[in-house]
């Protein structure tokens, strides 16, 4: 696939401009600041920018030479907004969206690309990485923070550097080693909800070079939704994580890395409201539902009646890296064992507590994974080269279910027109006219999708930075990646065991030769009835395929002066084929997208500012989205294709204003739109907005008092911004946005987190406050539409309000 010229003329000339006037703008103001600076040196030496050394070309390198859109989340962030996993510091990173409403279910985008699906047999467009191990799919990718050293965001597609499934670009989380002296801490975190955060970690020293490093924390909340019926606390936080880690080393030139990390998640699944008015019970609401009417759910009470709601995750990995220098260079082996069992099960679709209109959705997942890696590098005066090979086997299994009772299913049928009245409760109430003391109502009705995936992806690569002369770098690239997967569809009827033995009752005393109705009748399914399914009950069906890709990536970098570079790349990411888990027989081809990028990093020690800007175009193929199909009488999950392309500006800045003030800015511009795409609506929707923000942007303010003897106080204060949803027919039809004015789906977003910390001179003792959403705003981040043609129901689930809290924290 190539990029066309004529396509690049017109959407590059608007990225180039926008790239180009930022860094010339903040130069321009930057040499008009105040001349204090300038004529007094040692103001300018008292102060200095902290360098950054990030890992993202594989090798160690300062953030300001590395030639890729890349921000850093550093520690200090991740405690300055309190963050326990991914989903709590997306909104700081301009462009990376996690929906984390279901740790063991979650979706990554970035800059406007994501997955959306929830199957086995399709993988994420953004890749997660620990220590440069891709953690794989969603079920064991959110796992909370234990001695994370930082993240690095990388924007764009990485096929090149980090493989498959970085079509969007990349997440690398690099934890902290164990060192050589002894030291530990711990810090309790309490606050609002019943919020109870308890972590700590404990560093020994076994030797000359070796050093074993221990965490562990434990979390808990009771949650901020309560039923208004039951008063059960309906959204409760339950996990706790270990982690151990070894380093040694064997002679002057090898090194060891082991790593073990084992977490227990099980807490209540996620909450749902009901929007739409009910009448009094038993009666049921009108279709086709009034969107007009919904209702707010942040200003209305929660009721839901879930059986068995639960999110379970039993997660352990175990990572192994030995690294031998050379004298040509070094080798480093890379060994990773991960697995989890999950569950997210009786996840409330209707948002009632009512039996007649009662459905939930139960996604259970077990996986299995190995990787392993070999990489070579090494640099002589003139180039820095990497070269490796990689093998990663994955086996899954996937249940997808749904689950209501008989009594929603006379009211699907009556709502569908296929009887009237319903089928289980008339036949209930003419049993009882003759005398018969069984019903047919109330029995539980589960319906289910299995799918299991076995994986096996080689890779071979190498990646050369040629230094040209002091000034100007070459950079060729590129990764050969062959992916295979086996996969199987088992779709049985439906699981009803009480309903059946109830119906032989009434078999065995003639009641069904009496009516003249047949028992078969009774024994249909509800959910899962598009023609592949009905075709196939009860049967196995599988198919395997395989994929091969090449990803290369070519940057130029050259440097005007020690602290200004300009760069250009063009690069390939891709994300492997697959299968759609609930449509038998459906596959799908590799995604993949070209990405151009220019920019500009630029560093002003004189005034402690450092600022990168960047301007992108990419153009994405083949990209496979699984949605929920609202055309049928009964929704079904499709595959749906298209292409996208996009252009936008990156741009972050860093600025140490004085010896205690710091602040930073990170944004992103991005106008993505479809290419080509006919939704499965048949609407033509080529040239129409994705629906991603224009705008996004992070900014933030800290402040430290030096209290001398008394130690530090620092304050902080962060705010981010996400605009408003660009909408569609589709993302209307989806819910996604536009659907009702109560409810303002796709509104712009704000979050403002603050945080006051107090820090003894010895760095041993302290304390901190902090308030998380200070606004209190929350945003309705989706729609449960599976019941909205059936059963008139509609949920929203939406975004947690203010939280607050207090900490103590202990340092040896």
Partial sequence: MSLKPHILGVSLRRALIGACALPFAFSAWAQTAPAAAQQDPAARDAVTLDRIIVTAQSREQELQDVPIALQVVTDQLIDDVAAEDLGDIDSFVPGLVVNSNQPTQPSFQLRGIQTDDFGIGTDPAVGVYVDGVYAGRGGGVLLPFTDVER??????????????????????????????????????RLGNYGKAYLEGMLNVPTGEDSAFRFNALANHSDGWVRDSVTGQDLNPEDNWATRAAFKTTFGDATHLFLSWDHEKLDQRAQVTTGIVSLPAAPGVPPLPVDETAYLDPRK????????????????????????????WG?????????DYDSENRAVDEDGTNRRNLYVDSTNTESNHSVYQEFKFAGSTDRIDWVAGASYFQESAKQTSEVNTFTDAVDTILSNLGQAPGGLFGPISDLAGSFGIPVTLRGHRWNEAFR????????????????????KFNLTLGGRFTRDEKDFTWFNSLRYAPSLDLALDQLQFLGFFDAIGLPREQFVFDVAFIDPPALLNKGIKNSA????????????????????????????????AGGFNSLQIG?????????????????????????????????????????????????????????????????????????EGLGLDFNAEYIDSTYKEYVNPQGVDLAGEPTGTPHWSFAAGIDYLWNLGDNGDVRFVLRHAYRGKTRCNDESVSQGACGVSPALDLGEAQN????????????????????????????????????GKTVLGTVGARITEPRTYGMEVSLKF
């Fill in 586 to 658: 459906s596959e799908f081809e590799n995604e993949e997208v070209w990405n151009f990028e220019t920019g500009i990093k630029k560093a002003l020690p004189d005034y402690r500012l450092s600022f990168n800007a960047s301007a992108f175009y990419y153009v994405y193929d083949n990209r496979q989205a699984v949605v929920l199909d609202m055309t049928t009488e009964i929704p079904r999950f499709v595959v749906d294709t298209s292409d996208l392309e996009a252009w936008g500006l990156d741009f972050d800045a860093r600025w140490q204003a004085t």
């Fill in 751 to 786: 979050l403002t987190d603050a945080r006051i910390a107090w820090t003894s001179a010895q760095g041993r003792w302290g304390w901190a406050i902090y308030g998380n959403n200070l606004g209190d705003n929350q945003y309705i981040n989706s729609l449960g539409t599976y």
């Fill in 544 to 575: 395997s395929q395989s994929w091969n890709d090449f990803s290369p990536r070519l940057v130029a970098d050259y440097h005007f002066d020690d602290n200004t570079m300009g760069f250009a790349s063009l690069a390939k990411g891709y994300k």
């Fill in 330 to 338: 070094s080798l480093t082996s890379t060994t990773s064992w991960r």
């Fill in 300 to 327: 209305i009470a929660t009721s839901n009646d879930a059986e068995g709601s639960r999110e379970y995750r039993r997660f352990d990995g175990v990572t192994l890296i030995v690294d031998h220098a050379f004298e």
């Fill in 451 to 470: 799918n299991t995936l076995d994986t096996k992806a080689y890779a071979v690569y190498g990646d050369v930075i040629w230094h040209v002369n002091d």
């Fill in 151 to 188: 993240i690095e965001v990388l924007k764009g597609p990485q096929g090149t550097l980090f493989g498959r499934n970085t079509a969007a670009g990349a997440i690398s989380i690099i934890t902290r080693k164990p060192v050589d002296e002894f030291e530990g801490r711990a810090r309790l």
